[in-house]
């Protein structure tokens, strides 16, 4: 009978201490990463160091979601074909995931190789 009370309390605290513990853990980051860049700024060093390059993220989302989509799909197809079950799956979300991965590798390199030349 305890148990039946408990478990939803617990459920909802959980919840709620989790965020308040990410949204905390977020705005210390923020603010020891602003200490950090003022007391170099103070030291005369160039604030244009904290200028990050915008990586290609984009792209690798996109080949990775590609490369599921297709392993889902094989997946399927080794599933309905040789009665695999869950083993078709896993190996072709794995295989085809990682053909995705190395794909937007190969485009970043080349990316990076015209931007030097």
């Given at each position: 009978m305890e148990t039946d009370v408990i478990v939803p309390i617990m459920g909802i605290m959980l919840t709620i201490?989790?965020?308040l513990g990410f949204f905390i853990m977020i705005v210390y980051l923020r603010k020891f990463?602003?200490?950090e860049r003022m007391s170099i700024i103070e030291k005369g060093l160039s604030p244009e160091m904290f200028k990050k390059e915008a990586e290609p993220t984009t792209v690798r989302w996109a080949l990775l979601l590609i490369g599921v989509g297709i392993g889902f799909l094989m997946g399927y197809w080794?599933?309905?074909t040789f009665d695999m079950e869950e083993t078709g799956y896993f190996s072709m979300l794995f295989i085809f995931g990682g053909i995705g991965l190395g794909l937007a590798y190969l485009h970043?390199?080349?990316r990076s190789k015209n931007?030097?030349?």
């Open positions: 201490i989790i965020t990463q602003n200490i080794l599933d309905r970043e390199e080349k931007n030097k030349s």
